[in-house]
């Protein structure tokens, strides 16, 4: 499938027989304009990435000074919640069950009950977390903005356009207790050697700074190539 190119002065389509693809040269014929065919086809893949994927419930807003506001609301409790928080509960009871018995003996042996009580909570904090968590992303001409507004640890990250090296679907690098702090995601997990969470991903010097978590999969595809988009056009 070819794509169709339309010149950005009259809106006319310019005709394959016009377009060289060796020397990356496209003539108008209806207003005699020469144009760069690779731009071309760029502005086209961008108008189409303009909305989300059909039945997504991403919204996408454009303010003042052509700011752009992507925001993936709270998702609210859900079915897959319910057997989470039972068993979060369960854990919890069981350790401080297992804890007391241990106090009694020892207070040191009791100690080694820590790593679980910090699973068990880490578990609460990520279910109430994606419940709750909207979050927010803000593209200026210039800037980008990521807000995560939650309960628990609420983040904010901003970093310049021209510094973002590459926004993509990837791996998680993880600690030990990532999978746990946000459990409603645990179905993203591949289980094989070395792989984890896959997750949208802004990459630059400073880091790797993750979201769009609760996002399903042509949501978070269509979310890396609409901002990979707008990086190419600041780098411009």
Do not use: Y
């Given at each position: 499938?070819?794509?169709?190119?339309?010149?950005?002065?009259?809106?006319?389509?310019?005709?394959?027989?016009?377009?060289?693809?060796?020397?990356?040269?496209?003539?108008?014929?209806?207003?005699?304009?020469i144009l760069k065919a690779s731009?071309?086809?760029?502005?086209?893949?961008?108008?189409?990435?303009?909305?989300?994927?059909?039945?997504?419930?991403?919204?996408?807003?454009?303010?003042?000074?052509d700011n752009i506001k992507i925001i993936v609301p709270k998702k609210g409790l859900t079915l897959l919640d319910i057997?989470?928080?039972?068993?979060?509960?369960?854990?919890?009871?069981?350790i401080c069950f297992w804890t007391w018995g241990a106090s009694r003996g020892s207070f040191f042996f009791a100690l080694f009950s820590i790593p679980?009580?910090?699973?068990?909570?880490?578990?609460?904090?990520?279910i109430i977390n994606s419940i709750y968590e909207t979050q927010i992303l803000t593209i200026t001409k210039t800037k980008?903005?990521?807000?995560?507004?939650?309960?628990?640890?609420?983040?904010?990250?901003?970093?310049?356009?021209?510094?973002?090296?590459?926004i993509k679907i990837t791996h998680m690098k993880a600690g030990p207790f990532s999978a746990f702090s946000n459990p409603r995601y645990m179905w993203r997990l591949k289980w094989s050697f070395g792989a984890g969470l896959v997750l949208p991903a802004i990459i630059s010097g400073l880091g790797t700074e993750y979201f769009f978590e609760a996002a399903n999969d042509a949501e978070q595809d269509w979310v890396t190539k609409f901002l990979s988009s707008k990086v190419r056009q600041a780098k411009k």
């Open positions: 499938m070819t794509t169709e190119l339309i010149c950005p002065n009259c809106n006319k389509t310019i005709e394959s027989i016009n377009i060289n693809i060796t020397t990356d040269l496209a003539k108008c014929e209806s207003c005699g304009t731009l071309l086809v760029s502005d086209h893949d961008d108008k189409s990435l303009s909305t989300p994927p059909v039945g997504s419930t991403i919204e996408v807003t454009k303010e003042i000074g057997p989470q928080l039972i068993f979060s509960i369960f854990w919890l009871s069981f679980f009580w910090i699973m068990g909570f880490s578990m609460i904090s990520g980008l903005t990521l807000e995560k507004k939650r309960p628990i640890n609420e983040k904010s990250f901003e970093i310049n356009l021209s510094e973002i090296q590459e």
